[in-house]
């Protein structure tokens, strides 16, 4: 007897904005090093614009600091069990965008250190301006907070990760809540 494959979903899932609070420790460690400095609040999801030693802050986050701000900062509340949720239906593909070496390099060692690698089939590291795109990686479903990403996908595909930088966009459907997701997703598994 044989038994009918049923196939998976494969989903997308962005790290910082949706898994790492990468916003957080951000801030936190440049507070360490630059006490007397007022942060503005998002919601530009510009750092140069937030941050007053301007685009300074890119070097600051993704080369000089990248092993605490990136290999150390918090997951969002339970993102571990989401992506234990997640994974019992669905494959998996982590796609993260990230300007420099060391920042890959610490955005796999999170992924390790916070539980997340188990519950995932395959991680996609892009180049920020390089050729390759997130939305040339094949999935039926991308989670994601930054709105230029977003919006490179058909509507259909798209889960809005809801942040107070991506409020105006209007594409896809938004989900407030891990829960919220799980349940869309799985109101939309083929039968
Ligand atoms: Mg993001």
Redesign the pocket.
Known sequence: MWRRSIKKMIVGV?????LRD?YGSLERTYLKYYHDHIIKDPPSFQLHELYPIGYKIYDFAFEEHAGEVLGFADAYRNAEGFMRMLHKFADIVII??QPTKRAKVFTFAWLQRADILQHVDSVVIVQTNGLLKKHHIGVNYII???PP?LMDFPQSKVIV?DQVWNKGLEWGKRCYSYDEILKYLQGRMTK
Do not use: I, R
């Open positions: 962005d790290v910082d904005g949706v990468f993260t965008s994601d907070d930054y990403n990760f």
